[in-house]
């Protein structure tokens, strides 16, 4: 039985547009706490609703009441914690966000090809306007195609 192996060129690319305005969003680290507190369907709130925040995000957890291993009562406590957030914007210039996407992309692409794969060649297609720029990347690869068959002789 002889084995062949089938090699053949294989090209694999990726494209993204980044803007060059980028915004950031930070939590600052203040949180503030809201208690309510749940029977059935009506909701009775303890102390303001609002946090003193301009920008937050809201995480809320209900915790349910039990008498015995299995059995809930219907009253619940709704916890509201609403966490500062605080953007940041900030504008690249376009060598930046070149850079940025080509290395994002590499990597991206560099996961998908199969360890057996040979890069032959790179190439980088960019595209700039005046608020973004838009990258593609192309990885030429060098790589088995053949799979193993077992020949049956009738």
């Known amino acids: 039985m002889r084995v062949g192996e089938i090699t053949a060129k294989v090209w694999y690319s990726k494209k993204e ?3 060059l305005k980028q915004v950031s969003v930070n939590k600052t680290g ?3 706490k809201k208690y309510c507190i749940k029977l059935n369907n009506f909701e009775i709130n ?3 609703k609002l946090p003193k925040f301009k920008k937050y995000d809201t995480i809320y957890e ?3 009441f039990k008498l015995f291993s299995d ?4 009253i619940t406590l709704g916890i509201s914690t609403y966490c500062e957030i605080e953007e940041k914007q900030e504008v690249l210039t376009l060598r930046k966000a ?3 996407l080509i290395e994002k992309l590499k990597s991206e692409l560099s996961e998908e090809i199969e360890n057996n794969g ?5 190439k980088i ?3 700039e306007e005046s608020t973004s720029v838009e990258v593609e990347v192309i990885y030429e690869v060098l790589e088995n195609i053949g799979t193993e068959e077992k020949i049956l002789n009738y």
């Open 98 to 100: 070149k850079e940025t």
């Open 125 to 127: 297609n960019t595209a």
């Open 17 to 19: 547009k980044m803007d």
């Open 118 to 122: 040979e890069i032959k060649d790179i």
């Open 30 to 32: 203040n949180t503030q």
């Open 71 to 74: 059995f809930y009562i219907p």
């Open 62 to 64: 209900e915790k349910k």
């Open 46 to 48: 303890l102390g303001k």
